[in-house]
């Protein structure tokens, strides 16, 4: 159901997203899409950039919550 949910972000931030604004997923997407060793290296390291600070805003938000429960 996840996998489902992100695809559909995906394809909607895809559609809306302009040359002067890219998100992430976005770029990663782009530089995937083109030949080469460089353009998928950089893809690889925003993809780990981003997997980090989605990991980090789940442990800060997280570690929020568990104080408001105390």
């Given amino acids: 159901m996840s996998f489902a949910v ?3 972000e995906f ?3 895809s559609f809306l997203t ?3 604004s890219e998100t992430m ?3 990663i997407d782009r530089l995937l899409g ?3 060793d460089v353009n998928q290296l950089g893809a690889y390291a925003m993809a780990s ?3 980090v ?3 980090g805003a789940v ?3 997280d570690r929020g919550r568990v104080g408001d429960q105390r």
């Fill in 6 to 8: 992100s695809v559909g």
């Fill in 11 to 13: 394809g909607a931030t």
């Fill in 18 to 20: 302009r040359r002067s």
């Fill in 25 to 27: 997923p976005v770029a």
């Fill in 34 to 36: 083109r030949p080469g």
């Fill in 49 to 51: 950039l981003l997997i």
């Fill in 53 to 55: 600070v989605c990991i």
């Fill in 59 to 61: 442990a800060m938000l």
